[in-house]
């Protein structure tokens, strides 16, 4: 199992793209594809070193260099487009392939190029409105250079091209000729069948947003479609065949929720995990926990959790997470008599309680998407971590009731100095990036930059550093990885508009705020939509397509914002884990090498511990806002 440098958020067995680039999107592709690859690690690292020289500016010298947020925006979105067609290159977009795995052997290439033909339909109708709107966006300038707006929305309909060339230069080579053909004559029928019965299609009123918005996006997904075309998709056909509303429209939401400066952190905080797994960072903290605690009854347990719920501090991502601590801990635990599906149970649920530990990608897209204050989804996410993590400690301590440790004994205080020694540099950085974004001294964007920054320093000091080469495969795995996240953001972003406009919205928000037992039945039914949706989405989609919908009822409500967001990032990190579908249950059976049919049923008094405390959450306020 690859580390988050290759894996989208968290894929898995049941989430990936079409055969890998070795499979057949030809040797003329992948050279062409590596000038690309040059220019998203430069774009990386531009990125940076314009971030460093801002916090510079700022703070060393007390004055801002107005331009570099605008050069930084522009750097951006062409990082993120150009990321998402390498993403489709290296088979890193997230998909549902649950369905599809469990058809005959016979369906599965007309499903296959079915997936592929409706990714194609969606680049194919939306990319002449990206043209246009890159053409409209000329007239807008921007205030320190006075560049044309064009010259940043321009890499909208270039992703959009590259990604069309791309899927159809792997159409061509690996699908069969009969499949493709069948498969592009069912979508064309479908659309030409749509554009017939547009006119009367606005009747059905709120049926539309079942079709196409439900219909159209659920059939996608079991299709094996990436979920972001999905979601594209829903809002292109919704808005074309149902209303009147020019399809610009889709392309500007997109880029809205794809551009916003506080996003810069998500590439800069994917590297920093990429850093933090090629240095060793992490299995020094590793090492170092199971020097203190690892003698005790359940103590490799502790040290399992202790580890996740302080490199989550750093790498911000549950895979990378999971891929540090497993190897270093799984074969001690495995001579304690631990059985590897108990153990596999405890690093997913391990991994689901860590979530909120900033920095937190899901937390710093969730602060953008909802108007939320990222310094107070850090403060809070730790409180709250901490809670999840007595509850898995005490059923871990239960559980090792009958554990063996004859012959584990603690070691002398002079190797614990030691080991502590070389932890140190790396323990400092959770710490140093809670305390900097909480108490306002830097944004998180900043923090990134800076934590990049020690990383790679103390990496190169104290860890054995990094080859050039590896550094710069680890800046085309961040801008591929972006790319697949910030689609998905951007597309999300654009359903999330659809729906609203539709209506349903404000139908849904006096539905809500109706419910017998107020503000309390509202939180549970929440907890139960985000467990479901945590299981078939994954966390980072859910998020972007709710939070903009339930936001403003759980404001209508009084609920604080601080407090809302803690309950649903937790209650979609359990549905993740959640068997049989939950698509994080998959990733960590695969790097602890269990079978899922046995983990299955030894994970469910973990999820029902991480629930208990997801209810007390949910039920005490106090503690979501205790650190503000």
């Not at 040059?38 to 510079?56: E, K, M, Q, Y």
């Not at 979601?231 to 392309?251: E, K, Q, R």
Request: some cysteine; hydrophobic content about 55%; charged content about 10%.
């Amino acid at each position: 199992m690859s580390d988050v440098q290759t894996q989208p958020l968290l894929g898995g067995e049941h989430y990936s793209e079409p055969e890998p680039t070795s499979s057949g999107i030809g040797r003329t592709t992948s050279r062409w594809m590596v000038p690309l690859e040059a220019v998203s690690a430069a774009l990386t690292l531009g990125i940076i070193g314009l971030l460093l020289a801002a916090v510079l500016s700022r703070y060393v010298f007390a004055s801002a260099i107005v331009w570099i947020d605008e050069v930084v925006s522009i750097s951006f979105i062409w990082l993120t487009m150009i990321g998402a067609a390498l993403a489709m290159h290296r088979n890193e977009h997230l998909r549902l392939s649950l369905m599809v795995d469990k058809l005959p052997a016979r369906w599965q290439p007309f499903v296959h190029a079915f997936a592929l033909t409706v990714v194609a339909a969606f680049l194919l109708g939306l990319l002449p409105s990206a043209v246009e709107y890159a053409q409209e966006e000329w007239f807008i300038k921007s205030p320190a250079l006075d560049l044309p707006n064009t010259y940043r929305v321009a890499s909208i309909p270039f992703g959009l091209g590259l990604m069309l060339l791309i899927l159809m230069g792997y159409a061509w080579r690996t699908v069969p000729v009969k499949a493709l053909v069948s498969a592009v004559l069912l979508v064309g029928a479908t659309a030409a069948l749509c554009h017939v019965l547009a006119p009367s299609l606005p009747a059905l009123g709120s049926w539309n947003m079942v079709i196409f918005l439900v219909g159209v996006v659920a059939v996608c997904l079991m299709a094996g479609v990436p979920i972001a075309f999905c979601f594209g998709l829903g809002a292109l056909s919704y808005l074309a065949f149902t209303t009147h509303v020019p399809l610009l429209i889709v392309v500007g939401r997109m880029d809205e929720g794809m551009s916003s400066l506080i996003l810069v952190s998500v590439p800069i905080f994917v590297l920093l995990g990429c850093v933090l797994d090629a240095t060793g960072m992490g299995k020094a903290i590793v090492d170092f926990l199971a020097s203190l605690i690892g003698h005790v009854k359940a103590g490799m347990s502790y040290v399992l959790l202790g580890s996740l719920f302080i490199v989550s501090g750093i790498s911000g991502s549950k895979v990378s997470d999971m891929a540090t601590v497993a190897p270093a801990l799984f074969p001690e635990m495995k001579r304690r008599g631990n059985k590897p599906k108990e153990m596999v149970a405890l690093l997913a649920t391990g991994a689901a309680m860590a979530d909120t530990v900033p920095p937190s990608i899901v937390l710093i897209v969730l602060g953008s998407v909802a108007g939320v204050s990222i310094a107070g989804l850090f403060q809070s996410g730790f409180v709250v971590a901490m809670v999840l993590l007595l509850s898995l400690l005490g059923l871990a301590r239960w559980k090792a009731r009958h554990e063996h440790v004859e012959g584990a004994t603690r070691p002398p205080l002079k190797v614990i100095g030691r080991v502590l020694l070389v932890a140190a540099p790396a323990l400092v950085l959770p710490f140093l990036i809670r305390s900097a974004v909480g108490g306002g001294v830097a944004t998180a964007t900043e923090v990134s930059t800076i934590a990049v920054l020690y990383a790679l320093v103390i990496g190169q000091v104290m860890y054995g550093g990094i080859g050039l080469r590896k550094f710069y495969d680890m800046l085309v795995e961040t801008a591929a990885l972006s790319g697949a996240i910030l689609l998905i953001l951007g597309a999300a972003s654009a359903m999330a508009w659809t729906i609203t406009q539709s209506g349903v919205v404000q139908q849904l928000s006096v539905f809500m705020t109706s419910l017998p037992g107020g503000a309390a039945a509202f939180m549970a039914v929440t907890i139960l939509v985000f467990l479901v949706l945590g299981c078939l989405l994954e966390g980072l989609p859910a998020v972007l397509l709710l939070a903009p919908i339930m936001f403003p009822i759980a404001k209508k409500l009084g609920i604080n914002d601080i407090h809302y967001s803690m309950v649903i990032v937790c209650a979609m990190n359990v549905g993740l884990m959640m068997p049989p579908i939950g698509v994080g249950f998959y990733v960590a059976c695969r790097i602890g090498d269990a079978k899922p049919d046995e983990v299955m049923g030894a994970i469910w008094p973990y999820l029902v511990a991480l629930l208990v405390g997801v209810v007390v959450i949910a039920a005490v306020p106090a503690i979501s806002t205790i650190a503000l």
